[in-house]
């Protein structure tokens, strides 16, 4: 391991226990430092999926979506983010906050292709919003 991953790390880890906290804004901010020790192209890393994953994450929590939604575009560019179900899942609550609810249906849809009901846990109000596919599928 590289020594900006064992930064990486413990700047990650300071930002998860900020998010228990519920302080958003510091953990952007924590998340954002790890994202800036990622050597360029930082889409070529997986630690930029996870950083930029995480602030995302803080943006939905501070209801910045559209700041979430940009953050959200450019993980799909980052190993694994486009597959990740967490990743799907919050762009389609995105998109559903920003009023597009074609986009927030794919979002959600592919969310539960990829990781099942469980990635829907504690957000079964958006689990509703596809359940004409999910009784689809259960049929199929």
């Known amino acids: 391991m590289e020594s900006w991953q064992y930064q990486f ?3 990650m880890t300071d930002g998860e226990l900020c998010f228990d ?4 804004e510091a953990e952007r901010l924590l998340f954002q430092d ?9 889409r070529d890393h997986e630690e930029a999926t996870q950083a930029i994953g ?6 939905y929590k501070l209801r910045e979506c ?3 939604q940009a953050a959200l575009n450019d993980i799909l560019l980052c190993p694994g983010g486009a597959s990740n179900p967490f990743i799907r899942l ?12 074609e986009k927030a ?13 469980e990635v829907f846990d504690g957000e079964t109000e958006y ?3 596809i359940s004409d596919v999910v009784s689809q599928l259960g049929r199929e």
């Open 127 to 129: 689990l509703e919003l």
């Open 54 to 59: 995480a602030i995302a994450d803080c943006f």
């Open 34 to 42: 790890a994202s800036k020790l990622i050597p360029d192209p930082k």
């Open 66 to 68: 559209a700041k979430a």
């Open 90 to 101: 919050r762009r389609g609550q995105v998109f559903h906050q920003l009023g597009d609810p």
């Open 105 to 117: 249906r794919t979002g959600l849809t592919t969310a539960f292709l990829n990781g099942g009901s």
């Open 9 to 11: 790390r413990n700047l």
């Open 21 to 24: 906290g519920e302080d958003y």
